[in-house]
Every structure is written in structure tokens, then in C-alpha cells.
């Protein structure tokens, strides 16, 4: 079963717009980790935030992690076309173990 | 580019038949884990090796079995295929040391079983 729940499951803006997208989960846990997915292909490591963290940025990537409401979301900012793709959060609660994934937010970018 | 390399691309099978799909991940990377993927849903973990021994395992059955060596390759097998085993298969590495948080996946193994 999931963990985590991506929230919105669509998403469609113009380039240049910020895009944010929210995951919320279930159970404790040690990290979250963000990855993105091109048409069905790899999945490619975005950013990784720690439990005991809050807030991480990564280039045009901003990511927050609320425990207490057991959340997190992702911000691209300033998005291009190329951005278009599938983004899952996954969590595990313990270091390198096993990595539960949301159902993802398919994010789609109009040039 | 993670390092990580899956064999092969796609696969058809049938029903009942059986399948090794292979992944190939950066020297020093001793943990794999892989993971299937069903078309318009989040991977789900299948399990996990580390210095060739199993080292957890998701709610699969038994017929998915798999296999590390010390060459940082591995495999998964599944028997008896069914319809259901349809999916994307990827497998993932994570390096031993302070990066060892993070999993880098592979391409992935279209599989179809018809």
C-alpha cells in the first residue's frame, strides 16, 4: 500500500509560472526524498530532506517538510516545458531501507 | 546519468512464463533494491539486498526472487508470470557512506506479459 499521498494529482501552468506540489504521509519517518519522472521512464533523484529538517532549496527546488502534519511540498519556481514530468515524494524510516512512494503529481508545463 | 543500468529495455512474455530482468549499479553501491512500477501509479517496493543477502522484502510473493553479486550486478526473477506482473521494473542502488541515504534509480524493464 501507499504511504504517502500526492496532492494535486494534475497539474497544468504556463512557463515561467511557479508550480507546487504536496505529499502527505503516514508513519515516522527518518528522510523524503523527492524524484521526478520522465514518460514512464527512471526515476531521477531531486532532493533529499532529513526529518529533523523544515526547509531545503535546490537550485530552482524548494522543499519543506512539516512533521508535526506529517507534509511536505515542492516548489519549482520559475518552471519551463522541460519540466514536464511525473514528481513522487517517497519516505523511509530508516536510512538507505526501503522507500514508500505516493501515487505522484503529473505536472504538465504549456510553452 | 546515475550509474545504474537495466537490461532489458522491454520484455513481452506470456502467462506462466518465467523472466530475469538485470540491473548493474556503480562499484561501492552494496545496497540494491528493486521496485515495480504499474502504469499511472507510485513504485512499490518488491525487496532489497546488501552484500548479497536479502535485507528486506515488500508484500510480494514468493515466486519474485532475486539475487546480488559482488560485481554490484543483480537480478530479479519472477516465475509463473500473470498478467498482473505487467509494469515498469526498476531497480535502485545506494552508496555505502555519507550519501547513503539516497537511492539512484535505473532506467527501468517494461515488461509485458500477454
Known amino acids: 500500500s501507499q504511504q504517502g499521498e500526492e496532492d494535486p494529482q494534475a497539474l497544468s501552468i504556463q512557463e515561467g509560472e511557479n508550480a507546487t506540489m504536496n505529499c502527505s504521509y503516514k508513519?515516522?519517518?527518518?528522510?523524503l526524498q523527492w524524484y521526478r519522472q520522465n514518460s514512464g521512464r527512471g526515476l531521477v533523484h531531486l532532493i533529499l530532506?532529513?526529518?529533523?529538517?523544515r526547509e531545503k532549496h535546490s537550485g530552482r527546488l524548494r522543499v519543506t517538510l512539516d512533521t508535526s502534519k506529517k507534509s511536505s511540498s515542492l516548489l519549482i519556481t520559475a518552471s519551463r516545458a522541460a519540466d514536464t514530468a511525473s514528481y513522487f515524494c517517497?519516505?523511509?524510516?530508516?536510512?538507505?531501507?526501503?522507500?514508500?512512494f505516493g501515487e505522484g503529481t503529473q505536472l504538465t508545463v504549456n510553452p | 546519468e546515475t550509474g545504474v543500468t537495466q537490461s532489458p529495455t522491454h520484455l513481452i512474455k506470456t502467462r506462466g512464463q518465467q523472466v530475469t530482468l538485470r540491473c548493474s549499479s556503480q562499484?561501492?553501491?552494496?545496497?540494491v533494491s528493486w521496485y515495480q512500477q504499474a502504469l499511472g501509479q507510485g513504485p512499490q517496493f518488491i525487496f532489497q539486498?546488501?552484500?548479497?543477502?536479502?535485507?528486506g522484502r515488500g508484500n510480494f510473493p514468493p515466486r519474485f526472487s532475486g539475487l546480488q553479486f559482488p560485481n554490484y550486478s543483480s537480478e530479479l526473477n519472477v516465475n509463473a508470470l500473470e498478467l498482473d506482473d505487467s509494469a515498469l521494473y526498476l531497480c535502485?542502488?545506494?552508496?555505502?557512506?555519507?550519501?547513503?541515504?539516497?537511492?539512484?534509480f535505473g532506467p527501468g524493464t517494461r515488461l509485458t506479459v500477454l
Open positions: 535502485a542502488s545506494t552508496p555505502a557512506g555519507p550519501l547513503s541515504d539516497t537511492q539512484y
Open positions: 508513519t515516522s519517518i527518518n528522510n
Open positions: 530532506i532529513r526529518s529533523n529538517e
Open positions: 517517497a519516505t523511509d524510516r530508516t536510512s538507505g531501507s526501503r522507500l514508500t
Open positions: 562499484s561501492g553501491h552494496n545496497t
Open positions: 539486498y546488501y552484500r548479497e543477502e536479502e535485507n
